[in-house]
């Protein structure tokens, strides 16, 4: 217990927050590196976000993270946004720069640094298969875009959402990003290097749902990665451990993002391991 009482302060606002897992991997981090920091887990509603922002500022808060419904909602009180942030056009995490409020989006580059570090990929070159189109979706087709995938097919199930996440990803990145409608079941095509679902089927307490996903003609190299991480073996990698596939599960995107969030926030090198296993316990 420190003796001046003078913790710095993180959180994370949203609503609904409380099954939130991020606090548990964060104080887990912040313990074993020593540092007196803590990190609030706030209810936040839609009406109260604004002054829950001066709060933040008022408070000196070193940083925060946003969960439904506040990723857009936010983004007029904050002072600046990072590139990727701007181009996703939502935010995941805050910082603290100077007197300053920085928007980050830390989504895609969690999902992007499990592909590398966990699944042995380089996107960079290769072809992508991406489901949905919603937030999740839109951080990591930023993300492979920008490590310079050259193919990256979005398919969906609501065309218009999918058209208009495709166009403003085309615009914001000039990358190679194209849509196709989801109708009954979509073949995974040879010719993929790497598929994820950014959907939300499969979610905790749906857990018996699967993407209609064939995965016949995929080749054996194919890393299957799904955004999902509760429960973490989900439908679809099941599915894909049961052809012989590589997998990569939603815990690595989550773990990820909040090490880059961590590592933002503190400029410590963050405890991966230590994070992870933290998480792990708490899902269970
Ligand atoms: P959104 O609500 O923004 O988007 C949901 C997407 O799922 C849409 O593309 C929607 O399609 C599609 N979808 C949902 N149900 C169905 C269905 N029955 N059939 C076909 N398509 C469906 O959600 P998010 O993008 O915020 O989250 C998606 C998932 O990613 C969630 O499970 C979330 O937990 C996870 N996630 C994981 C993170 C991690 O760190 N691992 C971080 C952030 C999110 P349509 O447009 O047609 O409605």
Redesign the pocket.
């Known amino acids: 217990m420190p003796t001046n009482y003078k913790a710095e302060l993180t959180g994370v606002l949203g609503q609904p927050v409380a099954e939130n897992p991020t606090g548990v991997m964060q104080e887990a981090a912040f313990a074993e590196c020593g540092l007196d920091w803590r990190y609030l887990t706030m209810e936040v509603s839609p009406a109260n976000l604004g002054a829950a922002m001066q709060g933040v500022r008022a408070f000196g808060m070193r940083g925060i993270n946003l969960t ?1 419904p506040h990723k857009v909602a936010v983004i007029p009180y904050l002072d600046g946004l990072s590139e990727e942030a701007r181009v996703i056009g939502a935010v995941n995490t805050v910082v603290r720069r100077g007197d300053e409020l920085i928007g980050e989006n830390t ?1 895609g580059k ?1 999902f992007l640094r499990g592909v590398r570090q966990d699944g042995g990929m380089d996107p960079r070159g290769k072809r992508a298969v991406m489901l ?6 839109r951080a990591i087709a930023t993300e492979l875009l920008m490590a310079g995938v050259t193919d990256l097919l979005v398919v ?3 065309v218009e ?2 058209e208009a996440m495709v166009r403003h990803l085309q615009e914001g990145t000039k990358g190679p990003i194209r849509f196709a409608p ?1 109708v009954g079941t979509y073949a995974v095509p040879g010719d993929a290097d790497l598929f994820v679902n ?4 499969g ?1 905790y307490p749906n857990v018996s749902d699967c993407p209609d996903v064939d995965l016949v003609e995929a080749k054996e190299s194919l890393l299957v990665c799904d ?3 509760n429960p973490p073996v989900t439908g679809l990698i099941a599915k894909a451990k049961g052809r012989g596939l590589r997998v990569l599960d ?2 690595s ?2 773990v990820y ?1 909040g090490v880059i969030g961590f590592e933002l926030w503190t400029g410590v090198k963050a405890p991966e391991a230590v994070m992870k296993e933290a998480l792990e316990k708490a899902l269970q």
Do not use: E, H, K
């Not at 949905?132 to 979706?137: D, E, L, R």
């Open positions: 439904i989504d969690g949905g189109a919603g937030g999740a979706a969906n199930r609501s959402r999918g989801w950014a959907t939300s089927i979610l955004a999902v991480f939603g815990l995107m989550l993002q």
